[in-house]
């Protein structure tokens, strides 16, 4: 059973954490951003100086998922402060012949082998950047990146027979040999 929820998460300088709990909500602000999170009634969030601390009354820890909750909360705010410091970034890569991307505004506006051309709203907060056949999404939120890139992803997946398709630069694509045609 994992414990991460007792440890304290440490606020590096840069970022300014402000804890609001009567609405309960955890406001992050860092060189790359700002987010807000917003937490369960279950857990208590407290700021002592440098650190950052998640709680949680005793009496109902192991009540139903509360434990879970704790976790979840506390691992939800470490990654938010990384996030407003460094920021999160997926790659995406772009294989066929005259496909491409470009952004048109708040669009992501795909060409992709269809007869017409595939928008994507880009939301709030994330940063898209194309180059050639590369797409590169950024911000300071872990989910919405991930969230856009697998949306990016989705509109055109690779296949396996020519690879062409919509791919995360790291992804590898097991290949497959086809039909023969014999004599």
């Known amino acids: 059973m994992s414990r991460i929820a007792r440890k304290p998460v440490m606020i590096p ?8 709990a009567a609405a309960r909500t955890v406001n992050l602000e860092g060189p790359k951003g700002k987010l807000s999170l917003k937490y369960r ?14 709680t949680m009354d005793p009496a109902i820890v192991d009540v139903g998922g509360n ?3 704790w ?3 506390r691992a939800l705010i470490a990654t938010g402060i990384e996030g407003v410091l460094k920021g999160y970034e997926k790659k995406l890569e772009i294989v066929g012949v005259g496909w491409g991307a470009r952004v048109q505004g708040k669009k992501l506006v ?3 082998g269809f007869a017409n051309t595939l928008d994507v709203a880009i939301p ?10 590369m797409v ?11 969230e856009f890139a697998s949306k990016c992803r989705a509109k055109r997946k690779p296949e396996p027979y020519n690879g062409k398709g919509i791919k995360y630069v790291d992804e590898v694509i097991q290949r497959k040999q086809g039909k023969a045609f014999g004599s």
């Open 13 to 20: 300088s840069g970022v300014k954490v402000a804890v609001n």
């Open 41 to 54: 009634p279950e857990v208590g969030v407290k700021v002592d100086g440098s650190t950052l601390e998640v």
């Open 67 to 69: 434990r879970a909750f």
């Open 71 to 73: 976790g979840t909360t």
């Open 110 to 112: 795909l060409t992709v």
């Open 124 to 133: 709030d907060g994330l940063k898209v950047e194309v180059n050639q056949t």
């Open 136 to 146: 590169t999404v950024s911000g300071p939120d872990k989910q919405a990146v991930g």
